[in-house]
């Protein structure tokens, strides 16, 4: 069964210092998430990217994020300038069509900021 | 603004049993409801999504009912099994493209 694929499983950076990403969603998916959980707590949403822009973002999704689909498979998340506060896992996830479909998560990135 | 809740926070049964895990949530204009499992360290895995004009869904041994009315969820696990052990998390979607988690109940089936 295809998955959603993550890279790398664990990063760790210095505060301040830029991380990205990289998620490969299913193949024929159209609808691309990004969703991250700090230890302990809960899953929370961060963006949804849609026919080559972001069609929806919370408000933890501020300046320091951005996503991009650079070509037809890689689906990156930017974090410009790491804070203690990133480190959580984050977790891509993609779904064919927008509503009424089951979300398919990858098995996530361990982003930890020293 | 939705906010999903999961009682108990932890459950730990003998293999066998049957067991629910609730979830309740405060906006009843919810367009769907899913339940995820989550093992440790890894992603979350689509167990069953309830439409919002759908009382309940089954998927092998586990049944999942939608209340509307009263914004609570259950999911049933039918002779649990060792295999069950996870963290379960039950998410709504309302009218827009996120989904709003609850903490989720990190269940232990005993052998």
């Known amino acids: 069964e295809p998955e959603v694929t993550q890279t790398p499983s664990h990063q760790v950076t210095q505060m301040g210092q830029e991380v990205i990403l990289r998620c490969v969603p299913i193949?024929?998916?159209?609808?691309f998430y990004w969703y991250r959980q700090i230890l302990g707590q809960k899953v929370e949403f961060l963006v949804s990217f849609y026919n080559n822009e972001i069609s929806e973002k919370s408000e933890i999704f501020d300046d320091q994020f951005s996503v991009e689909r650079p070509d037809g498979s890689n689906f990156t998340l930017k974090i410009r300038s790491t804070k203690l506060e990133d480190s959580a896992m984050y977790f891509c996830a993609s779904i064919r069509s927008s509503y009424n479909s089951p979300l398919h998560f990858g098995n996530g990135t361990r982003l930890t900021v020293t | 603004k939705q906010e999903v809740t999961q009682i108990p926070a932890a459950l730990s049964v003998p293999e066998g049993e049957n067991l629910v895990l609730n979830c309740s949530f405060t906006?009843?204009?919810?367009?769907?409801l899913q339940w995820f499992r989550q093992d440790p360290g890894k992603g979350l895995t689509s167990l069953l999504l309830i439409q919002s004009s759908q009382r309940e869904q089954t998927s092998g041994r586990l049944n999942a009912s939608l209340d509307k009315s009263s914004g609570r969820s259950t999911l049933y696990i039918a002779a649990s099994q060792p295999g069950d052990s996870a963290t379960y998390l039950c998410?709504?979607?309302?009218?827009?493209?996120?989904?709003?988690f609850g903490k989720g109940t990190k269940l232990t089936v005993n052998p």
């Open positions: 906006d009843s204009a919810i367009y769907n």
């Open positions: 193949s024929n998916h159209l609808y």
């Open positions: 998410a709504g979607q309302g009218g827009s493209e996120k989904l709003v």
